[in-house]
């Protein structure tokens, strides 16, 4: 029998028209799917003959343990399948996707790499905020503030980070806020920097929290603000009352403009 293949393909951040020409293609084609929890149930729908395995993770929680995803994968390819490994924004953005293609290689499954729209990017551009902007940010980086639940990869030196870009943008961040406000002030930048929390962005439940590096934090927690957030730290932060063209939840009493 012939081995099958694997796309990991990105899915986008959540609204389903975010996913790529070919990831669509794809899906539309596969035997298998195999999905995260921040895939929109949509995207689903376009591959409505595909077996659909949920390999999602909740908070803390694996409804697969990591290796029996990686497994699955090979499985299905060994037996002719066309399998597609759909992830939430782009598979190489702290989405384990480098490891599941790392496990297919060694492996011998042939699989490619759709890359898909990172929420890195998309969520801020869906709250207003551009990342870069003529005068006010020529630079950003991405960074986890799940260190500790990401042993495998890097720490994350935010001393380093604190002034080595304009704008920052912290996935998987709402938990460790206090940290990470706390690190940047001591390494350097302003308490009154501008911060925007983005949560469920590109979907009708996004909402945007707003406030400074000194304060977000208490902000967060009296919002009772949950997963999945993009927090965005920086200056570019102010252009967001001009540009702001989605709309928004208000759901939490304390959204609100930078005072
Ligand atoms: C495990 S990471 C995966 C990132 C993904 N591979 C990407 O490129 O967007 C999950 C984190 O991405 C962010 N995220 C993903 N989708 C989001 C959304 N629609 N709104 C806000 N944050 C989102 C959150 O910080 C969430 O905790």
């Known amino acids: 029998m012939r081995v099958g293949t694997v796309a990991l393909v990105g899915a986008g951040p959540g609204d389903p028209g975010l996913i790529t020409v070919r990831g669509l293609d794809l899906l539309r084609r596969a035997d298998v799917v195999v999905y995260d929890r921040l895939v929109h149930p949509r995207l689903l729908d376009e591959a409505p003959r ?8 909740a908070a803390g929680r694996h409804a697969l343990p990591q290796e029996r995803i990686t497994a699955l994968l090979v499985t299905h390819a060994r037996r002719g399948r066309r ?20 496990a297919l290689a060694r492996a011998g499954v042939p ?23 003529r005068g006010v940010a020529a630079s950003f980086a991405v960074v986890t503030g799940q260190e500790e639940a990401c042993k495998r990869e890097a720490s994350v030196d935010w001393a ?29 930048r302003p ?23 000194d304060d977000i934090a208490g902000r967060a927690a009296r919002a009772r603000l949950e997963p ?15 540009l702001q063209w989605f709309p928004e939840q208000t759901l939490h009493a304390s959204i609100g403009a930078v005072r």
Do not use: C, N, S
């Open 191 to 213: 308490p009154a920097t501008p911060v925007a929390l983005v949560r469920w962005g590109t979907t009708d439940l996004q909402e945007t929290l707003v406030g400074r590096l």
């Open 228 to 242: 999945p957030v993009v927090a965005v730290i920086g200056d570019v932060v102010a252009l967001r009352p001009h």
């Open 50 to 57: 595909a077996r659909r395995v949920f390999a999602g993770k």
């Open 83 to 102: 399998v597609v490994r759909l992830k939430g924004g782009d598979p190489f953005v702290f989405g384990r996707g480098g490891e599941e293609a790392l």
């Open 160 to 188: 380093r980070l604190a002034r080595a870009a304009d704008t920052l943008v912290v996935l998987m961040g709402v938990g460790a806020l206090p940290r990470i406000a706390r690190e940047l002030i001591a390494h350097g």
């Open 111 to 133: 699989f490619e790499v759709v890359p898909g729209v990172t929420a890195a990017v998309a969520v801020p551009a869906y709250a207003g905020i551009p990342l870069t902007h």
